[in-house]
């Protein structure tokens, strides 16, 4: 499972419909609005360690990717189980040289605004990515072509 930036994961694509989701991965296994935005729908794929959010605002279209999938990879390297520091210079360390860190009571995320990208960290381990379409501007997604 490939994360490509800005793209997606794999043959998920930013932009992509409901329906073209379901061509690539089949049903899903559990499909719920999001409790804190009712114009999100969160489909998830537990085999895969995957949940997706379709933007029913933006006419169903996938808008934001999260996995704990430990096949992760970015140019050729495990995110999943990887040390922070290693992935925020071995494996991101050519495309983002800015993080912004949060910490929370047991987990730190490190993130990147530019590249709509998160790192989940516990004991300085990744164990969750977040992706999600970028801005084009305040207003508008950057949705891949």
Known sequence: MELKPKIGVDNLKFGMTQKE????????DR??????????LLLEYFSLKLRLT????????LGYIRTSNPDLTYNGLKIIGSNIEFAKKEIFGELIKDW?????DFFNTHSNDEYWLTLD??????T????GVTFKNEVEYNWPD
């Open 21 to 28: 989701i379901f061509e690539v991965l089949g049903s899903h």
């Open 31 to 40: 499909k719920k609005v999001d409790q804190d935005d009712d114009e999100q």
């Open 54 to 61: 379709v933007y029913l605002n933006e006419k169903f279209r």
């Open 100 to 104: 912004e860190i949060e910490e929370y």
């Open 121 to 126: 960290v516990e004991y300085g381990t990744d």
């Open 128 to 131: 969750n990515v977040e992706l």
